[in-house]
């Protein structure tokens, strides 16, 4: 949500564009899938960190090819003051209506 990431690799392409919940996984990453991420999140605790909410909104811009993969171009990053709790899922999906339907500027 700092808007340091601004492309996600994923395996398959998507032909959606517009805005995109960013939900924070339910627990903390396993420690040794932590070596993956840059230095920068090294620093971060995993104990303050936010878990199983929308943090925020990106604007998925574009989805390109990318080494066998695909890259989704994020853009706008727009995070919560206050994270809101809910239930997230694998790929895309439609979060609630009380979710779905909040003001997101």
């Known amino acids: ?44 605790d995993p104990a303050r960190l936010t878990y199983g909410a929308v943090l925020g909104v990106v604007e998925l811009a574009d989805c390109r090819p990318h080494g066998g993969g695909w890259a989704w171009v994020l853009a706008s990053p727009r995070p919560l003051a206050v994270p809101f709790r809910c239930r997230g899922a694998l790929g895309l999906w439609t979060p609630p209506a009380a979710v779905r339907f909040r003001e997101w500027t």
């Open 1 to 44: 949500m700092a808007g340091l990431k601004t492309t996600e690799y994923r395996s398959w392409p998507t032909a959606y564009r517009g805005p995109l919940f960013i939900h924070a996984a339910a627990r903390p990453a396993d420690p040794c899938d932590m070596a993956a991420f840059p230095a920068l999140f090294h620093s971060l």
